[in-house]
T-cell receptor
Framework: NAGVMQNPRHLVRRRGQEARLRCSPM?????VYWYRQLPEEGLKFMVY????????ESGMPKERFSAEFPKEGPSILRIQQVVRGDSAAYFC????????????FGPGTRLTVL | AQTVTQSQPEMSVQEAETVTLSCTYD???????LFWYKQPPSRQMILVIR??????QNATENRFSVNFQKAAKSFSLKISDSQLGDAAMYFC????????????FGKGTSLLVTP
């Protein structure tokens, strides 16, 4: 059973460009979570999605950030008009259900904004 | 809201020795889960151990065990017979049980293992 997959692993963007981060959950998992890790920090929750639904986006910046989890295909975290402060590692996790199910993490995407 | 505090930015242990990483948390809920995740240089987040708050017995996974003190809101990780491969960042995290999904992470403890 393949784990959570994220691509790309590394992404470099110039200020003002768009960044698209992809996450394929573990097989059979319908719950997806995105977290952001700034340098020297722990992971911070951004958004929780189920297929075709955003359940909680309370941790996501109000502007420039959006997330989706379509019926078919991976979950996408999209950052428009990136700024240097967006440079971070973005992790996706998936679970079979809610608590007590464990969240399994992907390897992360490291975004660098020049 | 839940907050997780790891007061040790760095720890060091000699190979084969035992080390304890500290974690305290703050929550008004009575039912929740606690976790330790390991992040090696590859940056992959790996679940080390989990504890259900309603269980009094401390969780154990091979060389890893926890000391869960619910009244004190303390959740420390003990690594026995440390190995070079244990060197990593260790993050403590909490999550509410009934409606919880967001993991709340501490800032992490960097563990160095010396030969």
């Amino acid at each position: 059973n393949a784990g959570v997959m994220q691509n790309p692993r590394h992404l470099v963007r110039r200020r003002g460009q768009e960044a698209r981060l992809r996450c394929s959950p573990m097989k059979g998992h319908s719950h997806v979570y995105w977290y952001r890790q700034l340098p020297e920090e722990g992971l911070k929750f951004m958004v929780y999605l189920q297929k075709e639904n955003i359940i909680d986006e309370s941790g996501m910046p109000k502007e420039r950030f959006s997330a989706e989890f379509p019926k078919e295909g991976p979950s996408i975290l999209r950052i428009q008009q990136v700024v240097r402060g967006d440079s971070a590692a973005y992790f996706c996790a998936s679970s079979l259900g809610l608590a007590p199910d464990t969240q399994y993490f992907g390897p992360g995407t490291r975004l660098t904004v020049l | 809201a839940q907050t997780v505090t790891q007061s040790q930015p760095e720890m060091s242990v000699q190979e084969a020795e035992t080390v304890t990483l500290s974690c305290t948390y703050d929550t008004s809920e009575s039912d929740y889960y606690l976790f330790w995740y390991k992040q090696p240089p590859s940056r992959q987040m790996i679940l080390v151990i989990r504890q259900e708050a309603y269980k009094q017995q401390n969780a154990t996974e091979n060389r890893f065990s926890v000391n869960f003190q619910k009244a004190a809101k303390s959740f420390s990780l003990k690594i026995s017979d440390s190995q070079l491969g244990d060197a990593a960042m260790y993050f403590c995290a909490s999550r509410l049980s009934n409606s919880g999904y967001a993991l709340n992470f501490g800032k992490g403890t960097s563990l160095l293992v010396t030969p």
